[in-house]
């Protein structure tokens, strides 16, 4: 195993380049950095692998934890509502005990609408959003817009 890193393997393999050695020597350094580069990219995969599977426990465990927050805050409101019933029910909008003290208090004024198409524009808030999809598919069409270029890129896929 090499002492190396795969980013200074890759320097020297560039670097072999300018130095002065026979065509068997330069074939033979670059032989032995590519199977150092090879191995070292095996590992480094490795580790993408096993963290893909740690990644997948830890997005599972977030949703378990996501569902059970949201059992708890759904409970929290029924158990709210089923007090502010009663004490409506009872007209006891005002009351103490040893712990808490509970009152039905007045919300501030909120806004409500029935046609949105009344509202004034000024009022009216909208997002620009580019459609990706149907602008690639208008330019791979042959439609030309200023600054407007189709642009492959490349990225590692490791299988």
């Not at 795969?6 to 950095?33: P, V």
């Not at 502010?84 to 006891?92: F, H, L, N, P, R």
């Amino acid at each position: 195993m090499s002492e190396f890193t795969l980013y200074e393997l890759t320097d020297m393999y560039r670097n072999l380049k300018d130095l002065d050695l026979t065509d068997e020597e330069l074939q033979q350094s670059l032989n032995n950095i590519e199977d150092e580069i090879e191995i070292k990219a095996e590992n480094i995969a490795k580790v993408i692998k096993e963290n893909n599977g740690y990644i997948d426990l830890l997005k599972e465990e977030e949703k378990r934890l996501a569902d059970k927050r949201k059992a708890i805050e759904n409970r929290q409101n029924y158990l709210k509502d089923y007090i502010e019933t009663s004490m409506i029910a009872t007209d006891k909008r005002k009351f103490k005990t040893n712990l808490f003290s509970f009152n039905i208090q007045k919300n501030p004024a909120s806004v409500k609408w029935e046609d949105e198409t009344k509202i004034p524009v000024e009022f009216i808030k909208t997002e620009t959003k580019v459609m990706k999809k149907e602008l690639k598919e208008a330019v791979q069409n042959g439609l030309e817009i200023e600054g407007v270029e189709l642009v492959s890129t490349e990225s590692l896929r490791i299988r």
